[in-house]
């Protein structure tokens, strides 16, 4: 059973949610929070598997409150998916850096949303591959000039591969096609590379990928 914390202010949008998410017999929602300190709060006394939460709340908004689950080692397994208006919200840029495994755009369609919660719960992340680009375009476009991380002395000639095809935004069955191997191996090297690296999910790999130097502005396909 997949547990489930909703974060929003707004009752409206917490009820639409509840009501999708409990009809589903491996999800459950485990609480609700109308707050960011009300939302901390609840997930370090639940441990969910998911938080959906919304960027803008009262109190803390939910970068914040998004910052201070993912920097708590007790909560490590706990995967925050943010929620917003506007697909161009300029928060979910810095939402990603903070922790978050992914975002989704609050009148997404149903049959999205279940797959994004079941998704992250999976270790997948950055929900959208049209999102995904534009995000790691958006984040190319502030970086500045890296210089090569020595964390990626610790991985292989393939990994590094594996790593640099996720940072430009590729599934594991892109990546699978890409090397000529199964989309089971894409995968085993994608977890391996995470492992080495301490990163939460993908979208922190993505955010590593740059940040270390092994992609690069312009990169994208």
Do not use: C
Request: net charge negative; hydrophobic share 50%; no cysteine.
């Amino acid at each position: 059973m997949i547990r489930v914390v909703l974060a929003d202010d707004q009752l409206l949008v917490r009820a639409g949610f509840r009501a999708l998410l409990d009809a589903q017999a491996d999800i459950e929602v485990a609480g609700e929070a109308a707050d960011g300190e009300e939302a901390v709060t609840l997930v370090s006394r639940l441990r969910p598997d998911v938080v959906l939460m919304d960027i803008r709340m009262p109190l803390l908004d939910g970068l914040a409150a998004t910052r201070r689950i993912t920097r708590d080692p007790a909560l490590a397994e706990v995967r925050v998916v943010m929620l917003t208006t506007f697909e161009l919200d300029e928060y979910v840029f810095e939402a990603i850096r903070a922790g978050a495994s992914g975002f989704l755009v609050k009148d997404t369609e149903p049959e999205e949303l279940l797959r994004a919660v079941r998704a992250v719960t999976d270790g997948d992340a950055l929900l959208s591959p049209g999102v995904t680009r534009r995000l790691i375009a958006e984040f190319a476009a502030r970086s500045k000039e890296p210089a090569v991380s020595e964390s990626l002395a610790a991985l292989t000639e393939r990994e590094r591969e594996v790593m640099a095809l996720v940072g430009i935004g590729l599934s594991n069955e892109e990546i699978a096609r890409r090397l000529v191997v199964s989309p089971l191996t894409a995968k085993t090297h994608v977890s391996r590379t995470m492992v080495k690296l301490g990163a939460r999910d993908r979208a922190q790999l993505v955010v590593l990928a740059y940040e270390s130097g092994l992609v690069r502005p312009g990169w994208l396909g």
